[in-house]
């Protein structure tokens, strides 16, 4: 359901670009959740154009519909969906875009009804049990594109992807063979884990890569080198992403492959994180720690079980003039674990009934969301302000948003 502004008493800033402070002015009770469809759109534009391949959103990131007609909108027609679920979200979402299956494994049934039922035609896997399964679920068909994921290492990445999936050294020659011989176009994908903070992260698996081909001898059509494209976060400000792009196109022209193969890329990050942010309300402060009314198991879930650091802001008019100090968060839930340690600077002033905004809250943040304890409702507001940190904001000027509010 869509609703204007003035149905909710934002009228005054319908003339104006609309920011946080102007939401936080009409004081809400619950957590509002601020989404900027131009810096999605940017984002995604930015890939498209300079990323020297083809780049498929990673659903799992943030999978709304919102959000993936936005980047269909602009350029982005491949889907990475990990489960059935995302294959039929995306079907029903986006009917003409093209969908790839890049969880190693899966179930077979649903590896059948991706196949015969959503057009799905491009599978992971990391072992020969996989491929069976595969070749089972579609009856021996013979249009599969198939990727063999190899392990690599996740040393250069905030977040490790490098101990779930992915063949081994002493794996990897069986199954590309054996793949190869079933496959219309075989490829090479990894994870280099998420938010790979050095383009080096890109360069050390198309090594593996490298050593995987030639020890095998199989002719390669695809070398999909991932995710782990980063955002920008306090104490994690990574390089351009023009870095990353050149690292991996040098790479990837060495490699021993068909003259024909395709580069493809899994950005979910760097695709969403600016997307959306969120305003919260502080309910009370001991010392500096702050009650506030969204938290671990809401849009927080990162901040408090793996420390991530966010920005944040007090939206207060005028500005306080104080200094700022180091302050951690708690949730409303009634869980000790529902704690944000930080630290999250903030002015030494901020006090109860004050409204805080947490960017930089577009990927995982919304997906991860749950309603534990009777916590997790509240608005979705279209705003036009420019996210509180960004790898694109230099890239050209924002489009202006629609002002709609969706309940």
Excluded at 1 to 12: C, D
Excluded at 28 to 43: D, K, Y
Excluded at 288 to 317: K, M, Q, S, T
Excluded at 348 to 353: E, F, K, L, M, Y
Aim: proline share 6%.
């Amino acid at each position: 359901m869509h609703k204007h502004l003035s149905a909710l008493g934002l009228a005054s800033a319908q003339s104006t670009a609309l920011r946080g402070i102007d939401i936080a002015s009409q004081r809400p009770v619950q957590p509002v959740t601020l989404t900027r469809p131009h810096a999605a759109s940017r984002a995604a534009r930015f890939f498209v154009e300079k990323f020297p391949g083809r780049s498929m959103y990673a659903v799992k990131a943030n999978p709304s519909p919102d959000l993936l007609q936005i980047l269909w909108d602009s350029g982005v027609t491949h889907y990475d969906v990990a489960s059935i679920a995302e294959v039929r979200l995306v079907a029903s979402t986006l009917p003409e875009a093209t969908l790839c299956f890049m969880h190693p494994v899966k179930a077979e049934e649903a590896i059948e009804e991706a196949y015969f039922e959503h057009g799905v035609r491009v599978f992971s896997l990391d072992s020969l049990e996989e491929l069976d399964k595969i070749v089972t679920a579609t009856k021996g068909a013979e249009d599969l594109t198939l990727c063999v994921r190899l392990r690599v290492s996740s040393d250069l990445s905030k977040l490790s992807l490098a101990s779930k999936f992915g063949a081994l050294p002493g794996e990897s020659k069986d199954l590309l063979m054996a793949t190869r011989q079933v496959a219309d176009a075989l490829g090479i994908c990894f994870h280099v884990g998420s938010q790979a903070m050095s383009p080096d992260a890109y360069a050390q698996a198309m090594e593996r890569v490298r050593a995987a081909i030639v020890e095998a001898g199989v002719t390669v059509d695809v070398v999909d080198v991932g995710g782990g494209f980063p955002s920008s976060y306090p104490g994690m400000e990574p390089p351009p992403l023009e870095l990353y792009f050149e690292t991996i196109h040098r790479a990837f022209e060495s490699l021993p492959i068909s003259y024909s193969a395709e580069l493809w890329a899994e950005p979910g990050r760097a695709l969403c994180a600016e997307y959306s942010s969120i305003i919260v309300r502080v309910e009370k402060r001991r010392g500096d720690e702050l009650y506030i009314n969204d938290g671990a198991y809401g849009a927080l879930f990162d901040a408090a079980h793996i420390g991530w650091r966010f920005p944040v802001r007090l939206l207060r008019e005028p500005d306080s003039n104080a200094r700022d100090v180091a302050f951690s968060f708690y949730g409303p839930t009634c869980d000790d674990l529902d704690h944000m340690a930080g630290p999250f600077p903030l002015p030494a002033d901020v006090q109860a009934g004050d409204y805080i905004e947490i960017g930089m809250l577009g990927a995982y943040g919304a997906a991860m969301r749950t309603a534990f304890n009777g916590f997790g409702s509240g608005e979705t507001v279209i705003v036009d302000d420019e996210p509180m940190t960004s790898l694109y904001a230099e890239v050209e000027e924002p489009a202006v948003a629609n002002n709609v509010v969706k309940l």
